[in-house]
Nanobody
């Protein structure tokens, strides 16, 4: 499966962005999906994860209440709605998939990754 992330950009603090992750060459049905981010000089960190089949979703504490995952089954697309953005949310955001047997917050447990999309939040 190939993943394509998009939707990043420059936004002021307090603003919103919606990221998209499209799967091709396969569907999300057989995977769990995660969003991760990596700021300059930092390690890749967990943002959110979801079981595509059930919709069960969890979020990192740092984004809980501000970010929300949604999905469009017909378009095989996962979205990450990001509201109330803060400068510390600035990072490259990646979507990734893991086998359905793996529901993890650890980046190494995800097998396939999109190319990332840059989110910059100005203060």
């Amino acid at each position: 499966v190939q993943l394509q992330a998009s939707g990043g950009g420059l936004v002021q603090a307090g603003g919103s962005l919606r990221l998209s992750c499209v799967a091709s060459g396969g569907t999300f049905n057989t995977y769990n999906v995660g969003w991760f981010r990596q700021a300059p000089g930092s390690e890749r960190e967990f943002v959110a994860r979801t079981r595509w089949s059930s919709g069960f979703t969890t979020y990192a504490d740092s984004v809980l209440g501000r970010f929300a995952i949604s999905r469009d089954h017909a378009k095989n697309t996962l979205y990450l709605q990001m509201d109330k953005l803060k400068p510390e949310d600035t990072a490259i955001y990646y979507c990734a998939v893991s086998p359905r047997s793996v529901f993890s917050v650890v980046a190494d447990n995800y097998a396939y990754w999109g190319q990332g999309t840059l989110v910059t939040v100005s203060s």
